[in-house]
Nanobody, 115 residues
Framework: QVQFVASGGGSVQPGGSLRLSCAAS????????MNWYRQAPGKQREFVAT???????NYSDSVKGRFTISRTNAKNTVSLQMNSLKPEDTAVYYC?????????WGQGTQVTVSS
């Protein structure tokens, strides 16, 4: 059974930091490109960051320089370190595993940035 458990969301003031994690089970984790997406109220889900099996990363322009994606294959975990948070970062954040033949969405975790 494939499962993704996200954690680390919460409420923070502008300028603060949060670290999201997504733990996978039921897949050969190291073979998957891992991504973070987010969806703000009333908006479409959007790409945030990706990390390939070899460790290469890409970020959306809106988070570049503030967010860092990482993975620990030994623990089947992908993380997103979010610094200098802004109110516009408020959204539900989802991890997304992208494989050659299949892909999976994790459940979301809420991030709220507000003073």
């Amino acid at each position: 059974q494939v499962q993704f458990v996200a954690s680390g969301g919460g409420s923070v003031q502008p300028g603060g930091s949060l670290r999201l994690s997504c733990a996978a089970s039921g897949i050969i984790f190291r073979r998957y490109t891992m991504n973070w997406y987010r969806q703000a109220p009333g908006k479409q889900r959007e790409f945030v960051a990706t990390i390939r099996s070899g460790g290469g990363t890409n970020y959306s322009d809106s988070v570049k320089g503030r967010f860092t994606i990482s993975r620990t294959n030994a623990k089947n975990t992908v993380s997103l370190q979010m610094n200098s948070l802004k109110p516009e970062d408020t959204a539900v954040y989802y991890c997304y595993a992208e494989g050659i033949r299949d892909d999976y969405w994790g459940q979301g975790t809420q991030v709220t940035v507000s003073s």
